[in-house]
């Protein structure tokens, strides 16, 4: 069965301190790895595509990088606007349809 | 471009009432979704939409209705409101459908309660 497991489900920064949000994921074959931001009483916001093993994208602070089984978002010097839910979704090629992991809330405090 | 639009923003509604959630998108997007989010789960797709006239579940239909009569709007209706439709949700749009990767665009969200 087709799975995204995302962790930590949620994590205290200080400002300044780098971190790493995984996402781990169990499909027939990856169409596509997608990362999201969602503010509180807001609707995701697309961040990144990621298509194959050994890609990586870039935002202002954050990075996003892929494997066979996981991705990570890491996030360099985050400030507190970096504050937020972050989902990962995949593309399994078997389907049309997206599979969301249940997040992983990010709290950066100054 | 306002993007995707949802109203209303909050709803309550009692066991075995009906309502329409309105979606409308502004992008000249052919595909629309309507997924609903729920405390600790991960977005579920209701239904979904390739375009003006064509529909199809996904993976939670039970329980709501959907149309496409315009490339813009999206509407979701809700027949005889049950306490497990209780829920935030959310409309979203993309320019290519899934098989090009296409990212959504998301509303910000109805939030509803049944009671």
């Known amino acids: 069965e087709d799975q995204v497991t995302q962790s930590p489900e949620a994590l205290r920064l200080q400002e300044g301190e780098s971190s790493s949000l995984n996402c781990s994921y169990t499909?027939?074959?990856?169409?596509?790895l997608f990362w999201y931001r969602q503010d509180p009483g807001k609707g995701p916001e697309f961040l990144f595509t990621l298509y194959s093993a050994g890609e990586e994208k870039e935002k202002e602070r954050l990075k996003a990088t892929l494997t066979k089984k996981e991705s990570f978002l890491h996030i360099t010097a985050p400030k507190p606007e970096d504050s937020a839910t972050y989902l990962c979704a995949v593309h399994p090629y078997n389907t049309d349809k997206l599979i969301f992991g249940t997040g992983t809330r990010l709290q950066v405090f100054p | 471009n306002a993007g995707v639009t949802q109203t209303p923003k909050f709803r309550i509604l009692k066991i075995g009432q009906s309502m329409t959630l309105q979606c409308a998108q502004d992008m000249n997007h052919n595909y629309m979704y309507w997924y609903r989010q729920d405390p600790g789960m991960g977005l579920k797709l209701i239904y979904y939409?390739?375009?003006?006239?064509?529909?199809d579940k996904g993976e939670v239909p039970n329980g709501y209705n959907v149309s496409r009569s315009t490339t813009e709007d999206f509407p979701l209706r809700l027949e005889l409101a049950a306490p497990s439709q209780t829920s935030v949700y959310f409309c979203a749009s993309s320019y290519g459908g899934p098989r090009v990767n296409s990212p959504l665009h998301f509303g910000n969200g109805t939030r509803l309660t049944v009671t």
């Open positions: 499909v027939s074959g990856l169409r596509g």
């Open positions: 939409s390739v375009g003006a006239g064509i529909t």
